[in-house]
C-alpha cells in the first residue's frame, strides 16, 4: 500500500539535517520532493507503507512534524499548512486571512485611458482596493474584441500610480508571462486556461501573486491540482477564485455560481478564496446577491466587474454595474463584513 506524507522540518533545521531526512526516506526506498519556501522546508515522500511509520520519523532531527496525506494535493492543504495564506501586495493591500474586504474592481476589458480612469477613480472612490482590467481577453469567438495588449499593460499601470491601488490582469499565453508580469501585481489565469499546465509552471517560478480561477467544468480537486503546480514550482502566492461553473441553466445566468466551492476550499485549502460574481451569474443584477452570498459563505473577498456605460463596453457589458450601483452594494457589503464578524468563524478543519 503507498503512502503519502509531508515532513516538515523546524524553522531552524540545519541543510545537513534535511539531506539526512531525504536519505533516510531514499533508503527506505521513498520517492521525495524538497520545496524549501521562505518560512520552512517541507519534503513530501512516496513510497510503501510497511516501509516505515510516520511517527519513527519524527524522531529524526530537525523533523517538526510528519503529516500522513490523504488527499492527493500536498502543498495547497490545510493538512500541510493550518493557517490561512497572507499574500501582500503593494499600497498596503492584502488579501486572505485578515478582517480587510478585499474588492478586486474595474472594467472587464481596458478599453481605453478615459474608460479606464473614469471607471478606477469610480471604484476607488466606493471602496474597492484592487483594479482590476483585462489587456489580454479570452473571448469565446476570434471576432469580438481580443483586448489592447501591451497598451492594456501600460494603461493599468498608470492608473496604478494615479489611484494607488494594486492591479489584475490576465495572462493568456506562456510566452507574455514575462510581459505581464513586468506591470501586474496578480496575474489572472482565467477560467479557461485553469489546466493550461505549462502556464501554470510558468508562473509557479514567479515571485509575483497569481489569482486562478477555477475552470468552467472543472471540479474542486482539479481546481486544488491546478493550484498544486504553481505551488510545486517554488510560488505559494495563489489566490483561488470561484467564477461560476458549466450547468444545466444557460438562459438566466451565464454560469452558476458554486457557493459552496467557496467553504469547501477554505476547508481542504489555506489559500486566500475570492468570489467572482460578475462571471459567475453574467447579469448585473444577481451581482449583488451573489457577491453578498459569497462573503456569508467566508470569501476572503470579490472580484467585480464595473463600466461606466455597459452598453457600450466591448466585452461583458451585460453583467458590469454602473459605478453607482458599485458604491452601493460596497456599502452594503462593509456593513454585512462588520456584522459578520461578530459570529462567524472560519470552520477549521477537525476532519476531511
Ligand atoms: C475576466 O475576468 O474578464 C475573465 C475572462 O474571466 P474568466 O476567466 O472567469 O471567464
Ligand atoms: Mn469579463
Not at 519513527?56 to 502543498?75: C, H, N, Q, W, Y
Not at 484592487?130 to 473571448?139: D, E, I, M, S, T
Not at 479557461?192 to 477555477?214: C, D, E, I, T, Y
Not at 458604491?327 to 478543519?349: D, G, I, S
Amino acid at each position: 500500500m503507498p503512502i503519502k506524507m509531508i515532513i516538515v522540518m523546524k524553522p531552524d533545521a540545519t541543510p545537513q539535517q534535511t539531506t539526512h531526512v531525504l536519505d533516510r526516506l531514499a533508503s527506505l526506498g521513498f520517492k521525495t520532493h524538497l520545496s524549501q519556501g521562505v518560512e520552512r522546508t517541507i519534503i513530501g515522500a512516496i513510497g510503501d507503507k510497511r516501509a516505515v511509520s510516520p511517527l519513527s520519523l519524527t524522531a529524526l532531527d530537525g523533523v517538526a512534524e510528519v503529516v500522513p496525506i490523504r488527499r492527493p494535493f500536498k502543498l495547497v492543504s490545510r493538512e500541510v499548512k493550518p493557517s490561512d495564506t497572507i499574500i501582500d501586495l503593494a499600497f498596503g493591500v492584502s488579501v486572505g486571512g485578515s478582517d480587510q474586504l478585499v474588492v478586486m474592481a474595474g472594467p472587464c476589458s481596458v478599453e481605453s485611458r478615459e474608460q479606464l480612469f473614469e471607471t478606477a477613480r469610480a471604484v476607488k472612490d466606493a471602496g474597492a482596493t484592487v483594479l482590476r482590467g483585462g489587456a489580454f481577453k479570452p473571448r469565446t469567438s476570434p471576432y469580438t474584441f481580443q483586448g489592447l495588449g501591451e497598451t492594456g499593460l501600460k494603461l493599468l499601470a498608470e492608473a496604478r500610480e494615479a489611484f494607488k491601488m494594486p492591479i489584475i490582469t490576465e495572462v493568456m499565453d506562456s510566452d507574455d508571462v514575462e510581459l505581464v508580469a513586468h506591470y501586474a501585481d496578480i496575474l489572472q489565469l482565467g477560467a479557461r486556461n485553469m489546466q493550461n499546465f505549462s502556464l501554470l509552471k510558468k508562473v509557479g517560478r514567479l515571485a509575483k501573486p497569481v489569482m486562478l480561477k477555477r475552470g468552467p467544468a472543472a471540479t474542486l480537486e482539479e481546481w486544488l491540482m491546478a493550484a498544486e503546480y504553481i505551488l510545486n514550482e517554488g510560488n505559494p502566492h495563489v489566490i483561488l477564485c470561484e467564477r461560476g461553473i458549466r450547468s444545466v441553466e444557460t438562459q438566466y445566468t451565464r454560469n452558476t455560481m458554486d457557493i459552496s466551492a467557496i467553504p469547501v476550499a477554505k476547508r481542504l485549502s489555506h489559500l486566500p478564496v475570492i468570489g467572482d460574481p460578475s462571471h459567475g451569474t453574467g447579469k448585473w443584477y444577481l451581482v449583488g446577491p451573489m457577491a453578498k452570498a459569497a462573503i456569508v459563505a467566508g470569501a476572503d473577498g470579490l472580484m467585480i466587474e464595473v463600466h461606466p456605460r455597459p452598453e457600450e463596453a466591448l466585452s461583458d457589458g451585460p453583467q458590469a454595474l454602473l459605478p453607482d450601483t458599485f458604491a452601493r452594494l460596497m456599502a452594503e457589503l462593509r456593513a454585512m463584513k462588520a456584522v459578520l464578524h461578530q459570529f462567524n468563524p472560519l470552520p477549521q478543519p477537525a476532519e476531511f
